[in-house]
């Protein structure tokens, strides 16, 4: 795995996939690829947890952040997926760990599926990994009056995105293409196929249900879950201090760990845990 080690933040833009994708890396260690939620873009958030122990590197999706738009692309997860993989070619990365939020942790999976050779440890906060019907509590989604551009629920998002998007008046226009995203998630066989080992956490109140987010954990070979409690789909904003040392940990992971005790084995110090 390659490291970056100057322990500055740098940033700048790389051309990937015909955009003039903006990125920022910072911290020391092996390289580890945050790819934010929709909306979102890098500056939003910052992990120290991660920053002691990896090169994190933030990207901007297209359309999202610094990043411009290609106006007839649509959005996809596969697309994205495709350029922030572009993005490690233009790095001279090979491979990384990625950790993903939300649709972020989506794109995170696909490239675990897709491009398995540039996959090591794949950390998700918030993903859904079905279609909607399943995977989100929809009583959670309900809004009194049809969105706009303009809602207030979207408030922190569009004004982030206005402060430091290239043309701020494109704001609409992002909206309805992230809006019209129709996400169906991956196959039952998709799921068991990954190999890369993968973390899927959420917040107790997520309005990802804990039940989809079960049944991808069971479908997952060798999956870890992680519940965060009195949680919701925003916590790595709000409250990352409960979230971030799970990640953590589950990035800092060696490949090699003792078995989980059983009734037929018992806890033996050393031998199992």
Not at 13 to 24: C, D, F, M, S, T
Not at 113 to 120: D, I, R, T, V
Request: hydrophobic content about 40%; some cysteine; charged content about 20%.
């Amino acid at each position: 795995m390659n490291t970056l080690t100057d322990g500055k933040q740098a940033c700048g833009y790389a051309p990937v996939n015909g955009l003039n994708r903006y990125y920022e890396i910072e911290g020391t260690g092996t390289p580890l690829v945050y790819i934010p939620p929709a909306f979102a873009c890098s500056g939003m958030n910052s992990f120290p947890a991660l920053v002691r122990n990896h090169s994190v590197i933030t990207v901007d999706l297209q359309g999202h952040g610094r990043t411009g738009d290609i106006p007839d692309r649509p959005l996809t997860i596969g697309q994205h997926a495709s350029d922030v993989v572009g993005l490690l070619r233009h790095l001279g990365i090979a491979k990384a760990d990625f950790f993903g939020e939300s649709y972020g942790g989506a794109v995170a999976v696909w490239i675990a599926l897709h491009f398995p050779e540039f996959a090591g440890r794949i950390a998700t906060y918030g993903a859904t990994f079905g279609p909607p019907q399943i995977a989100v509590d929809s009583k959670m989604l309900q809004l009194s009056t049809p969105p706009t551009p303009e809602s207030k629920s979207l408030q922190f998002q569009r004004n982030h995105y206005k402060r430091v998007a290239p043309a701020p008046e494109y704001w609409p226009r992002i909206w309805d293409k992230v809006c019209s995203m129709r996400w169906e998630g991956f196959s039952k066989d998709e799921l068991v196929s990954i190999q890369a080992p993968v973390l899927i956490a959420l917040g107790d109140h997520d309005f990802v249900r804990l039940e989809h987010a079960v049944e991808t954990f069971r479908r997952i070979p060798g999956a870890e879950l992680a519940v965060i409690p009195d949680a919701g789909h925003f916590a790595l904003f709000s409250e990352p201090d409960k979230v971030m040392p799970v990640i953590a940990a589950f990035l800092g992971k060696s490949e090699a760990s003792l078995p989980i005790a059983t009734g037929e084995t018992g806890y033996r110090p050393g031998e199992t845990r």
